[in-house]
């Protein structure tokens, strides 16, 4: 069974702009997370998706947000990039909600200049 | 303003030894922990779990302890390898979060 997968593996943006990072779950996994990583916050809940909807938020400002499909792909987006936005953003998938073993994909690599 | 890098508590050993990586969690209410490793340039994958109903749980090559009382977590890593090499992290789950709640993570250096 194919793992998560995340596109674009890396990216560069300029601050101002915005960007979209797409994630797939595991074949018959029905809820997303999404995470940010940096050194200097480590690993950070950004939010969850199920069945199209939002289920769980993290503490992150409006510039970030998210969505999810019928076929359970789901897409973060952040607008207004800013340079503390460089991180690697993770997209973990599971089962479905509360389910608590996530499986997460490799991460798309944000540089923002 | 000016983010201060995490300094992650390095464990080095021997290839062949057993390594413990200790964990200390923050919700007495977490009814559920993980283990993840993280190679670098990939994703956290996972290792093994645990429910708060346990204290301990075997994998291959792999022990979790879990200590209620003092809300601990552990990690034992038998004859360790030099692909074990990776930030290891706890993760707790439960209460009112409903959310994965991760650890600054643990970086193994196995030197062969």
């Known amino acids: 069974k194919a793992g998560v997968t995340q596109t674009p593996r890396y990216l560069i943006k300029t601050r101002g702009q915005q960007v979209t990072l797409s994630c797939s779950p595991i074949?018959?996994?029905?809820?997303v997370s999404w995470y940010q990583q940096t050194p200097g916050q480590g690993l950070q809940f950004l939010f969850e998706?199920?069945?199209?909807?939002?289920?769980n938020k993290g503490n992150f400002p409006g510039r970030f947000s998210g969505r999810q499909f019928s076929n359970s792909r789901s897409e973060m987006n952040v607008s207004t990039l800013e340079l503390g936005d460089s991180a690697l953003y993770l997209c973990?998938?599971?089962?479905?909600?509360?389910?608590?073993?996530?499986?997460f994909g490799p991460g798309t690599r944000l540089l923002v200049l | 303003g000016e983010s201060v890098g995490l300094h992650l508590p390095t464990l080095s050993v021997q290839e062949g030894d057993n390594s413990i990586i200790n964990c200390a969690y923050s919700?007495?209410?977490?009814?559920?922990f993980i283990w993840y490793k993280q190679e670098s340039g990939k994703g956290p994958q996972f290792i093994i779990d645990?429910?708060?109903?346990?204290d301990k749980r075997q994998g291959q090559r792999v022990t979790v302890l879990l200590n209620k009382t003092v809300k601990h977590l552990s990690l034992q890593i038998a004859a360790t390898q030099p692909g074990d090499s990776a930030v290891y992290f706890c993760?707790?789950?439960?209460?009112?979060?409903?959310?994965?709640?991760f650890g600054t993570g643990t970086l193994l250096a196995v030197q062969p």
């Open positions: 645990i429910r708060s109903n346990m």
């Open positions: 973990a998938s599971s089962l479905g909600p509360a389910q608590e073993t996530q499986y």
């Open positions: 919700n007495s209410a977490s009814d559920y």
């Open positions: 074949s018959g996994h029905r809820s």
């Open positions: 998706y199920f069945s199209e909807t939002q289920r």
């Open positions: 993760a707790e789950y439960g209460g009112a979060t409903n959310k994965l709640i």
